[in-house]
């Protein structure tokens, strides 16, 4: 094969490597609509969550067998933040129990990584809401590999279209 066709098929691969791994970035930064993604769920995000998203951070730590969810106030003595937080926390995980994924869709698209299974798997997820200084947590935890798997994808898209707002746990 000459120098030249080898070249270009190296490049085509490289394109269709990129062209996959930019399937990822589309989630992350953009929605079909074209819109900034993270300025949507921060729009959309207000309408769901009480607290403000400029003054708390999400943190995401998966686990071998699920993950924790925490909320905290950026100002621990931010008392409004905080109580605001955990309220919303509470209620979530009582509704996360119950299957109710609602909030997380209208916050992230009911296409959301992860979503559909963790609604349809969610009675076999153990899922235990506790306080925690300057915030809450949500404490998911499954036996089955695939709902693992969908709480870790649930919280790379959160990290993703949090942004600045949210980050990924030890």
């Given amino acids: 094969m000459p120098r030249r066709s080898r070249i270009t098929l190296s490049l085509a691969g490289i394109v269709v490597v990129a062209a996959l791994a930019a399937g990822g970035y589309l989630w992350e930064a953009r929605d079909a609509g074209g819109t900034d993604r993270r300025a949507e769920v921060a729009r959309r995000g207000a309408a769901v969550m009480p607290f403000d998203l400029e003054r708390t951070t999400h943190v995401f730590a998966k686990r071998s067998d699920g993950g924790i969810q925490t909320v905290l106030a950026d100002d621990p ?4 933040q905080v109580a605001l937080v955990r309220a919303h926390l509470g209620e979530e995980a009582e509704k996360f129990r119950r299957g109710d994924l609602d909030d997380p869709g209208r916050i992230h698209g009911m296409e959301m990584p992860g979503l559909s299974e963790l609604a349809a798997g969610a009675g076999r997820i153990e899922i235990v809401y506790a306080e925690v200084p300057a915030g809450g947590e949500i404490r ?7 709902l693992v798997s969908a709480l870790h994808a649930w919280f790379d898209a959160q990290v993703s279209d949090h942004g600045a707002h949210a980050e990924s746990g030890s």
């Fill in 77 to 80: 003595d931010d008392s409004e």
């Fill in 140 to 146: 998911y935890r499954a036996n089955d590999p695939s």
